[in-house]
Nanobody, 119 residues
């Protein structure tokens, strides 16, 4: 079973930046791509950004222009650079491999990393 380890979260003031990392226990090159997701207590998990195996990126409207997803295939790691953070970005952030169909993920979820943005 693939293990995912997210890190890099923390407490930051509005307007600040964080860089999240997610290390996978196996190669991420043999996937359809990788994605970042977030969840607020009481709400469903939502997609934030994805990068396909071909290198194309897609972002949720609420993070476009502020967040950037990237990968380091040699390290089996996916990153999420988050700039101009807003209090509404407060959530637990998770990564996962893209599933076969849109909206699906391929692996078991990791523990996630908490991001808290203060106003």
């Amino acid at each position: 079973q693939v293990q995912l380890a997210e890190s890099g979260g923390g407490l930051v003031q509005a307007g600040g930046s964080l860089r999240l990392s997610c290390a996978a226990s196996r190669s991420i090159t043999r996937t359809n791509g990788m994605g970042w997701y977030r969840q607020v207590p009481g709400k469903t998990r939502e997609a934030v950004a994805e990068i396909t195996s071909g290198g194309s990126t897609n972002y949720a409207d609420f993070v476009k222009g502020r967040f950037t997803i990237s990968t380091d295939n040699a390290k089996n790691t996916v990153y999420l650079q988050m700039n101009r953070l807003e209090p509404e970005d407060t959530a637990v952030y998770y990564c996962n491999a893209l599933g076969q169909f849109p909206g699906q993920v391929a692996w078991r979820w990791g523990q996630g990393t908490q991001v808290t943005v203060s106003s």
